[in-house]
T-cell receptor, first 114, second 116 residues
Framework: SAVISQKPSRDICQRGTSLTIQCQVD?????MFWYRQQPGQSLTLIAT?????????ESGFVIDKFPISRPNLTFSTLTVSNMSPEDSSIYLC???????????FGSGTRLTVV | AQTVTQSQPEMSVQEAETVTLSCTYD???????LFWYKQPPSRQMILVIR??????QNATENRFSVNFQKAAKSFSLKISDSQLGDAAMYFC?????????????FGRGTSLIVHP
């Protein structure tokens, strides 16, 4: 299975600023996803990161707020823009290479907006 | 749309004993994949076990095994000889095998507490 390195692991940010989270995969993966998770809660899918094209966003998430890049099959970034305290959460990236593969996850980024 | 239900928000078990976490799902598809993930306090989501729907044999990974009942759309996880390190949030997940439908659906999770 692929190994995903995610950084930063945590950050405390001022409201109104932006933070970019990076995920580097040690092998090519077909699918990559970005999730948000409140502590003790399930995962909420933000978007599917598409290689070389615009991400596909889930209902309630928009590109202006959460721009995503995926320049190749091993790397993706998520930016949380114009942050407010409501954006405080854990952000996770996930990826997989094949149909039967369970997706691998990054270690998560704990974001606190003050 | 597929849904995944984990009806047990929290479960507890004594060390060395066995515990079963339940998961049910709803789908109209006949071919799909099911997964159990473990998320300890460190946040790292770890794949515990996977099951292909076309396989009747229940998947097993060391102390972890599943009871897959396709007709009942049930996919429970059994942890044998529980260890303190098994304490974590466990998520059941479903994924279609249809091309272009690879987005997984997760349950709400079950928090497993292991008592020494």
């Amino acid at each position: 299975s692929a190994v995903i390195s995610q950084k930063p692991s945590r950050d405390i940010c001022q409201r109104g600023t932006s933070l970019t989270i990076q995920c580097q995969v040690d092998s090519q993966v077909t699918m990559m996803f970005w999730y948000r998770q409140q502590p003790g809660q399930s995962l909420t899918l933000i978007a599917t990161a598409n290689q070389g094209s615009e991400a596909t966003y889930e209902s309630g998430f928009v590109i202006d707020k959460f721009p995503i890049s995926r320049p190749n099959l091993t790397f993706s970034t998520l930016t949380v823009s114009n942050m407010s305290p409501e954006d405080s959460s854990i952000y996770l990236c996930s990826g997989g290479a094949g149909e039967r593969d369970g997706y691998t996850f990054g270690s998560g980024t704990r974001l606190t907006v003050v | 749309a597929q849904t995944v239900t984990q009806s047990q928000p929290e479960m507890s078990v004594q060390e060395a004993e066995t515990v079963t976490l339940s998961c049910t799902y709803d789908t109209s598809e006949s071919d799909y994949y099911l997964f159990w993930y473990k998320q300890p306090p460190s946040r790292q989501m770890i794949l515990v076990i996977r099951q292909e729907a076309y396989k009747q044999q229940n998947a097993t990974e060391n102390r972890f095994s599943v009871n897959f009942q396709k007709a009942a759309k049930s996919f429970s996880l059994k942890i044998s000889d529980s260890q303190l390190g098994d304490a974590a949030m466990y998520f059941c997940a479903y994924r279609s095998s249809r091309g272009g439908s690879y987005i997984p659906t997760f349950g709400r999770g079950t928090s497993l507490i292991v008592h020494p």
